[in-house]
């Protein structure tokens, strides 16, 4: 249902068209990307964590997709473990002064955390729309 110019026609950016007209962009590229999860070229993301309300490209409303706290929960274990292990190995390794410490791991957490955060909302919201778990009533 692409134009020759790569484009949606406008008959097709109603939300009741067949799922199957449109196609299915790689959950790879979704995730890493931050596109979206149906049309594979509009920004899932306004910013840099809030998720947009309509695709811009397709019209998908994502207002029902949403990934809640499960992204937080990973990355606040997952990447704090694996913080923690590094930071004690250079603090045993090399034994660097207290201010090192936080010159080195303050910016790596935030940027860190910011794109885990991105690539898990991603994930999860492209996994609601493959899977079809939400919907929203108008």
Sequence with gaps: MIGAAGHVPAACLLEDVALSSWPAPSPIAVT???ICPRCGRGKLFRG???VVE????????????DAGDGPAVFV???L???MMMLVFWVEFR???PWWLHILLWVPFAVVAA???LRLLKAFLINQQYIHRSTSLEE
């Design 114 to 116: 910011v794109w885990l």
């Design 80 to 82: 704090g473990a694996i």
């Design 32 to 34: 890493l990307r931050g």
């Design 76 to 78: 606040i274990l997952g």
């Design 48 to 50: 840099l964590l809030t």
């Design 94 to 96: 090399f034994e660097p």
């Design 54 to 65: 309509r695709c811009p490209e397709c019209g998908l409303d994502l207002r029902a997709h």
